[in-house]
């Protein structure tokens, strides 16, 4: 990079992640202000300071720096390096929301990457670990990221006090694959993990029971497996959660997860999971609203063809990212209705021109 990089501008606290994503990935600096600036408390939160050390270890050569308020920040990225990792992340966030920058950076490292996170497992605001690992993986396969890609979940920890580990091992690509996704199929079974960390094992079967008293009127094949962690592994708080994911014929998965709360009885977690696990289904789309942003990420960053993916409507954070990804690559979608003849249909197909991304940082090994 002879000539100075023009500086991406952005403004918010909203869509930090992706940002500092794109920047590494397309090797532009980025510019964050006005972060909470506003807010009684302005400035970066503790877990977007994580963040930033974090991204600071998985790479080589970037350099950060946040202004004194913390309300702006300035990256200039360096190299993926990957390798061994190890990161405590804050019990404000849980370990998820580090995976899903380190599932987006990992294939493009230098040297395949080892992570090892701490923290809290499961919480409200991200993907769980077992969503990650039963949905967010398998979605990476379809780019052809898929030897020696796993995600172990060693201790499971509870909010508030956290406890949990999981590592995550990601191999090295050169380049991903054209995505080519346009057949939703129909949904054939489901699958979905309950787990419950010291409170009374019997709330993990109970979430079973009643999940299945909804999902079962809709189709025969649906397997809940009750994960149980004891003693050590099972972190410091306890806890219960339930983690639901549809799949369909052609592959498409949908997931759903509902989580403990204070005083709400395990059925109605139950329930609350269900029953977004269909409406996610109702929303259509080969890729669940979770994982669009993944998905089209890795079409823009695919080889030199038109890659096509059908999906639902975009959520507000996938239509950011869209505007955020155009200044970064410079890559527009086009985005037509799947099924224009019938008017109920809310799928639509987005298809874009791979930039031919390959990753350089692997022949410098």
């Avoid at 990601?170 to 949904?187: E, W």
């Avoid at 369909?248 to 989580?259: L, N, Q, Y």
Wanted: net charge positive.
């Amino acid at each position: 990079m002879a000539q100075a990089a023009t500086v991406l501008h952005f403004s918010g606290h909203q869509y930090l992640r992706y940002r500092l994503v794109l920047s590494i990935l397309s090797g532009k600096p980025v510019r964050i202000d006005k972060i909470r600036a506003d807010d009684k408390n302005p400035g970066l939160r503790d877990y977007e300071v994580s963040l930033l050390r974090f991204l600071e270890r998985v790479t080589n050569g970037t350099i950060i720096e946040i202004s004194v308020t913390g309300t702006a920040i300035l990256l200039k990225p360096g190299i993926i390096a990957g390798g061994s990792v190890t990161h405590d992340c804050p019990l404000s966030r849980s370990v998820g929301y580090f995976l899903e920058p380190a599932i987006m950076l990992a294939p493009f490292a230098k040297k395949p990457l080892q992570l090892t996170l701490r923290g809290i497992t499961t919480d409200e605001y991200d993907l769980s670990v077992d969503i990650i690992r039963t949905v967010t993986l398998p979605h990476l396969q379809l780019f052809g990221v898929s030897d020696g890609l796993e995600l172990r979940i060693k201790k499971r920890g509870s909010a508030p006090l956290g406890g949990g580990e999981v590592q995550f091992l990601s191999p090295i690509v050169k380049q991903v694959k054209t995505l080519n996704f346009v057949d939703a199929g129909k949904i054939k079974r489901i699958r979905g993990i309950s787990h419950a960390v010291r409170v009374n094992p019997q709330f993990s079967n109970r979430m079973i029971e009643t999940a299945r008293s909804v999902l079962n009127r809709y189709i025969p094949d649906i397997y809940l497996y009750s994960d149980v962690y004891k003693g050590e592994e099972s972190g410091k708080s306890p806890g219960y959660a339930l983690s639901l994911l549809a799949e369909s014929s052609t592959g498409a998965m949908h997931c759903a997860e509902a989580i403990s709360k204070p005083g709400v009885p395990p059925e109605d977690i139950a329930l609350l999971a269900a029953r977004s696990l269909l409406s996610e289904i109702r929303s259509g789309g080969a890729v669940d609203r979770q994982h669009q942003t993944l998905v089209l990420l890795m079409m823009v960053l695919g080889s030199e063809d038109v890659g096509r993916c059908r999906m639902g409507e975009p959520t507000a954070r996938t239509i950011q990212f869209l505007r955020d990804v155009k200044e970064c690559f410079g890559t527009a979608f086009k985005i037509a209705a799947a099924d224009p003849s019938n008017p109920d249909s809310v799928d639509l197909i987005f298809s874009c021109y791979g930039n031919g991304y390959v990753n350089a940082n692997r022949s410098l090994a």
